[in-house]
């Protein structure tokens, strides 16, 4: 419940600035903009934490740090300058290495709005009319993010820091798929923001650390989402990743981005698979597996509703 009143005020902050993200006609209220988000978000700390309060002020001076840089790209119109900004404010190569540090202190509610509504500004600011999208750059720095994150990834048995690595390239791959659509982009962002509302809720409702400290009851569901992070069929990511290389290989920029694309959906699956043997081990040995039927109908629907939005994505819509 003391969650309620900051997130309300964040969820304000976030449509407050989406809105002027979209509404904009100039570089400043783009800056302004994700300046709103960062002020939303900065109630849902927990400030009689000593640890977390450190963890706000760098975060704090992180992404103000972005913002500059954003800000003097702009003035100078110095495309680096700028894009380095946005790529600090979103935690991808090669400013993603403050996503672990602070995810590891932060509360879970943090986390979840860290690691998807926090993304959105900065990722409006990209589609923005005010400033072009560098599609070749983006797409290598993309899959050099999702390469590092899985390798990075695949040793940690800390559930914050497996998170941290996740949001990484899942983060990589959300840009990506901005790249080729906005619609893809928006289908691929909801089923991420369900998929980690109920791993969160899982996490959070076991108060664990690591994956072999998952009860019984919650780790069968725990590793069909993360199933459906990995893109295994038929989950909903495995329809959005399908139709995302499909999207790619109809971009003439990159004549490899195809088996860049796949070799990055390889390096995820080792990561999540990571993951679930982690939280399966114990299982195997108490022959004990139970399944959240609830997590399951929503999956469900979400492969449903993947595999007829994509559809419709492939013939033209």
Do not use: H
């Not at 003035?75 to 380095?84: W, Y």
């Not at 599609?135 to 040793?155: A, C, E, H, K, Y």
């Not at 329809?239 to 004549?255: A, D, E, G, R, T």
Request: overall charge positive.
């Amino acid at each position: 419940m003391k969650y309620y009143p900051s997130f309300f005020f964040f969820m304000i902050m976030i449509i407050m600035s989406l809105f002027m993200v979209f509404s904009s006609t100039n570089w400043f209220m783009l800056w302004l903009s994700m300046e709103t988000a960062l002020l939303g978000f900065l109630p849902l700390f927990n400030y009689t934490n000593s640890e977390e309060t450190m963890t706000l002020i760098k975060y704090f001076i992180l992404q103000s740090s972005g913002s500059i840089l954003f800000l003097a790209g702009l003035i100078t119109s110095n495309s680096s300058l700028f894009m380095s900004g946005l790529l600090m404010k979103l935690g991808l190569f090669p400013f993603f290495f403050w996503v672990p540090s602070v995810l590891k202190s932060i509360s879970w509610a943090g986390i979840l709005m860290l690691t998807t509504l926090q993304k959105l500004p900065a990722m409006g600011v990209l589609i923005s009319p005010p400033l072009p999208l560098q599609t070749n750059f983006m797409f290598m720095v993309s899959v050099i993010s999702i390469l590092i994150s899985s390798i990075l990834g695949f040793n940690q048995s800390n559930i914050r820091m497996l998170m941290a690595y996740s949001s990484i390239s899942q983060t990589a791959y959300m840009l990506i798929s901005l790249m080729t659509s906005a619609k893809l982009f928006l289908l691929y962002f909801f089923n991420y923001l369900i998929t980690m509302s109920l791993l969160i809720y899982i996490i959070n409702k076991n108060n664990v650390s690591t994956m072999e400290d998952l009860s019984d009851e919650f780790s069968g569901t725990m590793n069909l989402l993360f199933m459906n992070l990995m893109g295994m069929p038929p989950f909903p990511m495995f329809f959005m990743k399908m139709f995302l290389l499909f999207s790619v290989m109809n971009l003439n920029q990159y004549p490899v981005s195809s088996y860049m694309i796949i070799l990055c959906a390889m390096s995820t699956v080792f990561m999540y698979m990571n993951m679930i043997m982690s939280s399966s081990i114990k299982n195997f040995k108490s022959k004990d597996l139970t399944l959240n039927w609830m997590a399951i109908l929503t999956m469900m629907i979400l492969s449903l509703a993947s595999v007829k939005m994509t559809t419709m994505m492939t013939f033209g819509w």
